[in-house]
């Protein structure tokens, strides 16, 4: 427990206010992604209002790089906590059975014979075809649990984690700049992976935050606000460009790279402080809690909404009721299926850490 000097606003530093609040920003982050799959606009006839609620829901996927960032800066703390083999099994289990959940789900509603399944959930249709053809997000971030250990070892070896991060994004830059040149035939990237590409900048400042947090600790003050709000509203402004006016920004796919990375960090930061503050006032305290308690099964609410609401949801419901009831029927009916899957979820690893538990009792009186 922290005493109440520590956890006092003026006291902590934004690293302190992010892991505080990661829950509650993963649960942000996860609604928003929702309201970009899922939500249907509710104010058609009112231009302004409409404007606000497309751009919104136009830019929504920036919640993936909300989570892209707060993983780099957990895993930088994970790493340190046991061997690398229990590292990579907790991650391996965390994204494992919602994400076979869905493409069981799936292959059976879908008719996928069992090439097809297997070509899916093992990556190597998103490796190979098209990244989008099963949860682009799960195989994209084993990718990066997978090569986490070794980029962060040449980060400790390193004098400066910063100068290192600044080498690594300008080999990242100009891959990404070489292969999008028109005719090169240096590196070929398919179009839709630089989706997965472009977040690289802001998985590897997420481990840049996370591995400065070890050693600096400075409050989060004013001028940190600022330049997070500054920063936030130049991303809002490239998002724009870059969405809705078709301006590409250094690099191909421009709409899920800058602007996302300025969306992403500065949002994080200045949410953590939000909730820090909404935390401290009784009667709206709850907000906080609201957002964190999707914070819990953030994952299963992502593997779970397309497929549930493109193929049932949204069918029934459209035609029958007005677009506001049908958004609030698809957010609780999404929410209910993610909590059942986060809840069988924890019930099978704690049946088989009980099986584990005998087995090692059993091994040890026979000895």
């Not at 920036?62 to 906590?81: E, H, P, Q, Y």
């Not at 493109?310 to 029958?320: G, M, S, V």
Request: with cysteine; aromatic share 16%.
């Amino acid at each position: 427990m922290m005493t109440e000097a520590k956890t006092h606003p003026s006291h902590a530093s934004a690293s302190e206010l992010i892991s505080r609040h990661r829950g509650a920003i993963m649960g942000f982050a996860a609604i928003w992604i929702l309201v970009f799959h899922e939500w249907i606009t509710v104010f058609d006839d009112h231009p302004t209002l409409f404007s606000v609620e497309y751009f919104i829901k136009a830019i929504g996927f920036c919640g993936v790089d909300i989570f892209l960032f707060l993983s780099g800066m957990g895993l930088c703390r994970s790493i340190k906590k046991g061997s690398l083999p229990s590292f990579y099994l907790k991650r391996l289990k965390r994204v494992i059975v919602p994400f076979l959940i869905v493409a069981v789900l799936r292959a059976v509603t879908e008719g996928w014979d069992l090439v097809l399944f297997i070509k899916r959930v093992s990556g190597y249709s998103f490796f190979a075809v098209n990244m989008y053809e099963l949860l682009w997000f799960v195989p994209a971030i084993l990718v990066f649990y997978l090569l986490f250990p070794l980029y962060h070892k040449l980060m400790e070896l390193s004098k400066d984690p910063t100068l290192f991060t600044c080498a690594a994004l300008c080999v990242w830059l100009l891959i990404t700049m070489i292969s999008g040149y028109s005719g090169s035939e240096i590196i070929k990237i398919r179009y839709e992976l630089y989706g997965f590409t472009n977040r690289i900048p802001v998985f590897l400042i997420g481990i840049l935050f996370g591995k400065r947090s070890e050693t600096e600790q400075k409050p989060f003050r004013a001028s940190g606000r600022i330049a997070c709000f500054a920063a936030l509203v130049l991303g809002l402004y490239l998002a724009y460009l870059a969405n809705f006016c078709q301006v590409q920004i250094l690099v191909p796919l421009s709409n899920c790279c800058i602007p996302n990375l300025l969306i992403a960090v500065s949002l994080s930061f200045l949410l953590s402080d939000l909730f820090e503050a909404i935390s401290r006032v009784r009667f709206i305290r709850g907000i906080e809690k609201f957002f964190g308690f999707f914070g819990l099964f953030s994952l299963q609410f992502y593997c779970i909404q397309e497929w549930l609401t493109d193929n049932y949801l949204h069918p029934f419901f459209r035609e029958r009721l007005p677009n506001v009831v049908t958004n609030l029927l698809v957010f609780v009916i999404v929410t209910a299926a993610a909590l059942v899957m986060y809840l069988a979820e924890k019930g099978l690893w704690s049946a088989v850490d009980k099986i584990k538990a005998r087995v090692s009792r059993k091994k040890a009186d026979k000895a």
